[in-house]
């Protein structure tokens, strides 16, 4: 089974990231359980606005595309930026909306077989609020979002430390993250034995 994590961090490599680092933990625990994990941070490709599949010459959204059709798992992570979603998690969202018109050999959305969840990590309030825009726009794609399929990082409303810099709140994150790495295991499993018809 195959796992893709998507850090869709504002920051360019090297630079670190707040947002990969609880998303590891995420991906070291389906690692343990046999997952081929692939993590891509989506801010140093070059990708092109709007809601198609290829945007054209230089558009370097397809190689995310072809990894996406190739995993049954799919790990979004966003930093909260204003109590939202970043930017970066939008474009994401709106290129992956093609994919509610593409289907298998099967007729069914290609998104169908494929599970996922939410990290989010930021040091204001909103976790819960990027996971739900997150979480409803893949649900809107096909995703099976399982229970419990979320973990995030922040130490309340306001300013404060980063995750990279504080201690405070690790151990609930990791433990949410990785009751999140197992729902979206078993799930996928689950879609696996038993595959989504088409139409429903």
Do not use: C, F
Request: hydrophobic share 40%; net charge negative.
């Amino acid at each position: 089974m195959k796992a893709l994590v998507v850090n869709r961090t504002l920051k360019r490599s090297p630079e670190p990231s707040h947002t990969e680092a609880p998303a590891s933990v995420v991906a070291e625990r389906l690692s343990e359980q046999n997952v081929q994990v692939t993590s891509v941070r989506a801010v140093d490709l070059a990708i092109a606005p709007g809601v198609a599949t290829d945007a054209g010459d230089g558009d370097e959204w397809p190689r995310v595309h072809s990894k996406l059709l190739d995993s049954e798992i799919l790990v979004i992570a966003s930093p909260t930026w204003p109590g939202r979603p970043s930017s970066v998690a939008q474009r994401v969202l709106e290129r992956m909306n093609a994919m509610m018109s593409e289907t298998d050999d099967a007729d069914r959305p290609v998104a169908y077989h494929r599970v996922a969840g939410v990290v989010v990590t930021g040091n204001e309030d909103g976790a819960h609020h990027v996971i739900s825009e997150i979480s409803g726009g893949l649900a809107d794609i096909g995703d099976t979002i399982p229970g419990q399929a979320w973990t995030y990082w922040h130490l309340g409303p306001g300013p404060g430390p980063d995750y990279l810099d504080e201690q405070r709140g690790r151990d609930w994150a990791h433990s949410t993250g990785h009751a999140m790495a197992d729902n979206l295991l078993g799930v996928a499993r689950a879609l696996s034995a038993l595959p989504l018809r088409a139409g429903g």
